[in-house]
């Protein structure tokens, strides 16, 4: 079964308390101990702004019933406070994971354009993820959203280089018509793509993607 076209980018939260530093492994095994098979989200963003791989984005999640197909779900740690307790979910999301939400939903609609930046309880009755998704989206596209941060510049990545930033280069160069796929391996291709997009805008054709490749690329 096939996740595409993908026409939603679902957000979510985990529904753990603000104070619970949890990742994808402690999700995956929330949702191995409900017998799903992995992971059901995509993404998972952690307490401090990082990004964590779940499912493989061509696979049909397990996040929002009768939307999993075509969708893609995203999940940021948290939403309940020890105050109120479990039965009510809330907006706490920081100010890192503000940022990091938005920089992978603009990658993720850069390979996806036309998708559409949801909420989970606009499909399905939930209070997840605690806030409106689609004017949090809106005012973050206009630039109003006072979240907004300057993008920092991401680590240098080279052959053999693996994780996010890769995702987040081959993407951007993907979207720019270079022939590499987002698997988060800095391999052969996706240096010869590196090469290209260099000659292409003037910057030297190392195949290293450091700070002023970023600047391009980002920009
Ligand atoms: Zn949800």
Redesign the pocket.
């Known amino acids: 079964m096939t996740n595409a076209p993908v026409r939603f980018i679902v957000l979510?939260?985990s529904s753990t308390y603000a104070d619970q530093d949890l990742g994808v492994e402690d999700i995956r095994k929330m949702h191995l101990d409900r017998g799903w098979n992995d992971v059901g989200y995509h993404y998972i963003i952690k307490r401090d702004g990082t990004v964590q791989k779940g499912r493989a984005d061509s696979a049909v999640g397990a996040?929002?019933a009768g939307h999993n197909t075509g969708s893609l779900g995203i999940?940021c740690i948290g939403g309940l406070e020890r105050a109120t307790g479990p039965n009510v979910g809330v907006d706490n999301r920081t100010d890192a994971q503000k940022a990091a939400t938005i920089r992978l939903v603009r990658d993720l609609l850069a390979t996806h354009p036309g998708a559409q930046v949801v909420g989970?309880r606009d499909l399905a009755p939930?209070l997840?993820?605690g806030f409106d998704v689609r004017s949090w989206w809106a005012s973050v596209d206009t630039g109003s959203a006072s979240t907004v941060t300057t993008p920092e510049i991401p680590p240098t990545i080279r052959r053999s280089s693996r994780g996010q930033h890769v995702i987040t280069a081959q993407r951007r160069m993907q979207a720019r018509g270079y022939d590499v796929a987002p698997d988060g391996i800095f391999g052969p291709q996706t240096e010869a793509a590196t090469r290209q997009f260099q000659r292409a805008n003037g910057l030297s054709a190392d195949g290293i993607i450091g700070p002023k490749s970023w600047a391009v690329l980002l920009g």
């Open positions: 979510h939260y996040h929002v999940c989970h939930t997840c993820p």
